[in-house]
């Protein structure tokens, strides 16, 4: 079973600056497979990056995603206040067809 | 507009059932995996379950095999979860959510609420 985990637990960082966030997983994964969820507090989760880099529909080109094998990223290149969420990464099992989610990041705008 | 509504949830005892559903719309329904995911207080995100476009094939997270059955109506667009032998660690808001490229999950419902506790 692969298991993803994510760094920093939080970041706290002022509106304009850069957010990157890390996600490991303990074997390597394809990286068609590895998406990243944004979840606000009572609301759903919602869909940022699907095969590791690409973004999904309506999502703000502050939004990137990167990385291969083992390790990677999201940026968030300008911060804005709507930014504060918990991020997850998630990365898909072609073999046994499951997901596994990462433990989450909360990004905190000061 | 893609559209997904759960219901069903609620409070039951340890021991007790479930059944949630997912009323889906605006979108092909059988051409689609459909998924559940669950939220635990203070926890992060589960995979649960998942059921491919036919209903034949079904997979679970190890923690709810033997308790919880998946299974959808494509003619009435509809998912649900059956979900038995309940434990106060199911208590959750649980998703169901659409399986897109990359079986990225795409589309989430609201959520619903379950709370097993006696």
């Known amino acids: 079973e692969i298991v993803l985990t994510q760094s920093p637990a939080t970041l706290s960082l002022s509106p304009g600056e850069r957010a990157t966030l890390s996600c490991g997983a303990s074997q390597s994964i394809t990286s068609d497979y590895l998406a990243w969820y944004q979840q606000k507090p009572g609301q759903a989760p919602r869909l940022l990056i699907y095969?590791?880099?690409s973004r999904a529909t309506g999502i703000p080109d502050r939004f990137s995603g990167s990385g291969s094998g083992t390790d990677f990223t999201l940026t968030i290149s300008r911060l804005e206040p709507e930014d504060s969420a918990v991020y997850y990464c998630q990365q898909y099992d072609n073999s046994r067809t499951t997901w596994t989610f990462g433990q989450g990041t909360k990004v905190e705008i000061k | 507009e893609v559209q997904l509504v759960e219901s069903g949830g609620g409070l039951v005892q340890p021991g007790g059932s479930l059944r949630l559903s997912c009323a889906a719309s605006?979108?092909?329904?059988?051409?689609?995996?459909m998924t559940w995911v669950r939220h635990a207080p203070g926890k992060g995100l589960e995979w649960v379950a998942n059921i491919k476009e036919g209903g034949s094939e079904k997979f679970y997270v190890d923690s709810v095999k033997g308790r919880f059955t998946i299974s959808r109506d494509n003619a009435k667009n509809s998912l649900f979860l059956q979900m038995d032998s309940l434990r106060a660690d199911d208590t959750a808001v649980y998703y169901c959510a659409r399986a897109e490229i990359f079986a990225s999950l795409d589309y989430w419902g609201q959520g619903i609420l379950v709370i097993v506790s006696s």
């Open positions: 095969g590791a880099s």
């Open positions: 605006g979108f092909t329904f059988s051409s689609y995996w």
